[in-house]
């Protein structure tokens, strides 16, 4: 069975500082796919990256990063220079990329981490 | 840009009612997805749907929950007799689908269920 742990239930950090996001999974397969998604306070869930297991190149994307490492289970997000609009609850995810029913992946997700950017 | 749409934004029932969640996925998808969110707490999957049927479901899908596709556009999740720990947040998703190279699942903007 496929899991997601973010253990950081919250975290409150100072505009301008980095923060860093993690998320361990657990599966057994050998691919699968690993995502972020935003939820603002507005409740809609904002996709920021897929990746999938056999990539493991770590990426950027402005102000953000993902570093995946399969070693250690861990796709951790990065949210560099944060701003007062980086304030949301932010979820990990994953799919595991077995066929099963025609092609339908779904996601199973962590319990998110709620940050806080202070002004 | 395509979005998914969902309606009502926000609905109110009593215990023992029945209600319908309609979205529109994004018009060339072809897998559909339901998942629920109990304030607070984590997105929970609940099923998707491909070709006119249920591909996938969670153990949280019970006969209390049926999905439909009435016509070529909407998707609906409909619960027969609401109970109060049905209140949530539903979000649909759709995705374009295939087989060998996986798509994202772009997520509506949820309906809020609350069940008095």
């Known amino acids: 069975a496929q899991k997601v742990t973010q253990a950081q239930t919250e975290i409150s950090v100072v505009e301008k500082e980095d923060v860093t996001l993690d998320c361990v999974y657990e599966?057994?397969?050998?691919?699968?796919?690993l995502f972020w998604y935003k939820q603002p306070p507005s409740g809609e869930l904002v996709f920021l990256i897929r990746?999938?297991?056999?990539?493991?190149q770590n990426e950027i994307s402005g102000r953000y990063s993902w570093n995946f490492q399969k070693s250690t289970s861990s796709f951790n997000f990065t949210i560099t220079a944060s701003q007062v609009v980086d304030s949301a609850v932010y979820f990990c995810?994953?799919?595991?990329?077995?066929?099963?029913?025609?092609?339908?992946?779904?996601?199973?997700f962590g319990k998110g981490t709620k940050l806080s950017v202070i002004p | 840009e395509p979005e998914v749409t969902q309606t009502p934004s926000h609905q109110v029932t009593q215990m023992g009612q029945e209600v319908i969640l309609r979205c529109v996925p994004i018009s060339n998808h072809l897998y559909f997805y339901w998942y629920r969110q109990i304030l607070g707490q984590k997105v929970e999957f609940l099923v998707s749907?491909?070709?006119?049927?249920?591909?996938?479901k969670s153990e949280i899908f019970d006969d209390q929950f049926s999905v439909e596709r009435p016509d070529g556009s909407n998707f609906t999740l409909k619960i027969r007799s609401t109970k109060l720990e049905d209140s949530a947040m539903y979000f649909c998703a759709s995705s374009e689908g295939g087989t060998n190279l996986y798509n994202e699942q772009f997520f509506g903007p949820g309906t809020r269920l609350t069940v008095l």
């Open positions: 990746r999938n297991s056999f990539d493991e």
């Open positions: 599966t057994r397969d050998t691919t699968y796919y």
């Open positions: 995810a994953l799919s595991e990329a077995a066929y099963s029913g025609a092609g339908s992946y779904q996601l199973t």
């Open positions: 749907f491909y070709n006119n049927e249920i591909s996938e």
